[in-house]
């Protein structure tokens, strides 16, 4: 997932956030939303999850289980869409380069520690359809 | 001069009143209708001939059971309205005004006024905006768009602070603002935050949709209605056209005090029931008309507050305030923002003509004559999915899918649960607003998945998209079972949702790949600077180059190839050379 992210905003793994944000408007302004409305959506998404935007870190606590844990987490953000990654150490591995910049560290922090506080606040599994 | 046809006009739909605005060479100029680019929402039916306008207005005062005024505040209902023998939906009347706007702009301008883009307030529910919508078809109108009134103003400003500043290169230094658009039209509040650079980024939109100059003038008819008790103990609070007389009154009273620290109201010959009249003499003051209306600028200041919580900002990272509606004239506004903000963030601009202006503006975003603004705006309000609620007290929830004031367009998703084992299906129902009863919410499309027998709690992932018009779009799948089912539910007109298998689906996705005219695609304000750029080259060697490169460039942008990096610096490189050549 933040692979993805990273190639598609087109910047380095140790990009800080005011690089980040700039490589988005540059991207938003060649495929502004009117005439490339798909590629848009895809550099927002690619930007909220390299600044663990408010709305993504909500659209990750809306897709975790009461199950998950913390490496569980680190998999879902480093795997593929919906696969949540069998190799945890590799994923932890993986996390360490995220951790740049405050704010990014900060919000991951958070999410990290309510995973693993776990109980209450992510269940999804009891709403039915 | 031959003026385009094609072009798209941006209308400002007012409670109080209307404006028209369309492009010349890139600028926006509101058309001036009756020598005034302000035009009253007003409608007035005299014998067989209908008025609009300031005709309307005048005639309203003394004929108030043969006119209409403030029609927006009844749209999206279905309320009817009569104008002299007939009745009419409050789309008709809008449409009459919208009629009479583009007829004027056609004489003034000299050709058809056919596609518009129509603003209406951020806060405007999607009934609301479906009714403008239909209104605008009434009118003969394609309505291109819907856009907001605040995001239409802050394009306004973007424009003209851009024009002031010279024309320095976009995408240069990163210097972005953060701006407030605070707007108190006739009938409406709405309160935008906005992120403004090289891209023009909408945070947050909240407001009142029932919240304006026509409730300021409400408590001025109060006072004058006491005042008659108290002299003449005459009630006239039912007597039609006494009070459409004393609303202009307090409506001159109100507007004069933004001038003036108190006014006389000196009016004779009110019309009282049983054939009597009445006549009033009073002072108001400044001071007084604050007083009686301190809650309701109280109310526009908690939304103020609230969408600075919702953008995640803190009044002193506001750094522009603009104050759009023509009841921001009233000193006691701009003094409440600047106990908040400070004086040196309020600039001004035109607080009538900047959403029509800013309309127009869009309608050159789309129509691809406009690149150099881009404009990320938000949905106004959360879309959300009726499920079983986990709480004890109620039955059914709404689980929030997409949030209000998420950018669009988007495309987010969500999974739940079966709770029953061999479910055989779910029923999948979307709503609209901010409450977590659905019932207090608006339905605004459903559809059913058929399920493959499976055990309880199978995962069900649901899928929304909201795209620049407002049509949402949901996709629902059994997980593992690669059951699906897509619906397209058109926010401009419900009942046209269609529920379709995933097979059709994939059938019209492939017709609609090749239908004609969708190719056009690849814009952006590298290809349009470059086509102007040729356009005006007379070297037809460089021009060729030019072209190919062009040529190029729109494929790769088409194409999502990774060489486009390359080849746009290219370009730019090219057309730095040779818009120095043609300035020699």
């Known amino acids: 997932m933040i692979e993805w992210a990273w190639k598609t905003l087109k910047v380095d793994r140790d990009a800080d956030p005011e690089t980040v944000r700039q490589a988005y408007v540059r991207l938003v302004r060649r495929y502004p939303p009117e005439h490339f409305p798909e590629k848009f959506a895809a550099i927002r998404r690619a930007y909220q999850q390299l600044t663990l935007d408010d709305d993504f870190i909500e659209e990750i606590f809306h897709r975790v289980t009461e199950e998950t844990t913390p490496l569980d987490l680190a998999g879902f953000l480093w795997g593929d869409r919906d696969e949540l990654r069998p190799d945890k150490d590799a994923a932890l591995t993986d996390l360490i380069p995220l951790l740049t910049g405050a704010d990014a560290r900060n919000a991951l922090d958070e999410a990290l520690g309510r995973a693993a506080a776990q109980k209450i606040e992510w269940k999804t599994g009891d709403e039915g359809v | ?282 002072e108001l003051s400044r001071e007084e008309l604050e007083e009686m209306t301190e809650d309701l600028v109280g109310r526009t200041i908690a939304s103020v507050e609230k969408a600075m919580e919702e953008a995640h900002l803190t009044a002193d990272r506001i750094d522009r305030v603009l104050l759009v509606g023509g009841m921001t004239r009233m000193p006691v506004i701009a003094t409440r923002l600047e106990a908040i903000f400070g004086t040196a963030r309020m600039p001004v601009v035109d607080p009538d003509l900047s959403v029509a202006n800013g309309a127009a503006i869009q309608g050159g975003i789309i129509s691809g004559e406009n690149c150099e603004q881009i404009l990320v705006d938000v949905t106004p309000h959360t879309l959300g999915l009726k499920t079983l609620s986990p709480d004890e007290e109620r039955m059914f929830e709404s689980s929030p899918i997409i949030p209000r004031n998420t950018q669009i367009p988007v495309t987010r998703a969500r999974t739940f649960f079966t709770i029953a084992h061999h ?138 190839d990774s060489d486009v990096d390359e080849i746009e610096d290219d370009l730019l490189a090219l057309m730095e050379d040779d818009d120095d050549d043609a300035e020699e």
């Open chain 2, 1 to 282: 001069m031959n003026r385009d046809a094609n072009k798209i006009y941006g209308i400002d739909l007012g409670t109080t009143n209307s404006c028209i605005s369309v492009l010349r060479d890139g600028n926006p100029h509101a058309i001036s209708v009756d020598g005034n680019g302000i035009v009253p929402s007003v409608v007035s039916l005299d014998g067989g001939n209908l008025l609009v306008g300031r005709k309307a207005r005048n005639r309203a005062v003394a004929f108030p059971e043969e006119s209409v005024r403030s029609v927006k505040r009844l749209m999206g209902t279905t309320e009817k309205l009569t104008l002299g023998k007939k009745s009419y939906d409050p789309e008709d009347i809008s449409a009459m005004i919208l009629r009479y706007l583009c007829d004027e702009a056609r004489r003034i301008e000299g050709c058809d006024v056919e596609r518009a883009v129509i603003t209406v307030p951020a806060y405007f529910s999607d009934a609301q905006r479906r009714s403008t919508m239909e209104a605008g078809r009434r009118a003969g109108l394609t309505v291109e768009r819907i856009v907001n009134e605040p995001t239409a103003a802050a394009l306004f400003y973007d424009q003209i602070h851009a024009s002031l500043e010279g024309s320095t290169p976009k995408g240069g230094k990163s210097s972005e603002r953060h701006a407030l658009v605070y707007d108190l039209g006739g009938g409406t509040f709405d309160v935008s935050i906005l992120r403004m650079g090289d891209i023009i980024e909408v945070l947050a939109s909240t407001g009142d949709t029932r919240l304006g100059g026509d409730d300021f003038d409400s408590r001025v008819v109060t006072r004058i209605l006491r005042q008659i008790k108290e002299k003449d103990d005459l009630d006239l609070e039912d007597c039609v056209p006494a009070l459409a007389r004393l609303r202009s009154v307090a409506e001159s009273a109100r507007i004069a005090l933004s001038e003036k620290a108190s006014v006389w109201i000196n009016e004779a010959h009110i019309p009282a029931p049983r054939g009597k009249s009445c006549a009033v003499s009073m």
């Open chain 2, 423 to 560: 479910q055989e299906i779910v029923n999948l129902e979307v709503y609209q607003g901010e409450s977590l009863d659905p019932d207090e919410n608006v339905l605004i499309g459903e559809t059913e998945l058929k399920l493959t027998p499976a055990e309880e709690n199978c995962p069900i992932t649901v899928e929304y998209s909201y795209d620049l018009n407002g049509i949402v779009h949901l996709v629902a799948e059994q997980k593992g079972y690669s059951r699906k089912t897509e619906i397209r539910i058109d926010s401009r007109n419900p009942k046209l949702f269609a529920s379709q298998d995933l097979d059709e689906i994939e059938e019209d996705a492939d017709a609609e790949e090749n239908a004609p005219g969708e190719e056009a695609g690849a814009i952006n304000f590298v290809t349009q600077r470059a086509r102007s750029l040729i356009g005006r080259m007379e070297d037809d060697e460089g021009k060729k180059l030019l072209s190919e490169t062009l040529a190029r460039y729109e494929k790769a942008l088409r194409d999502d």
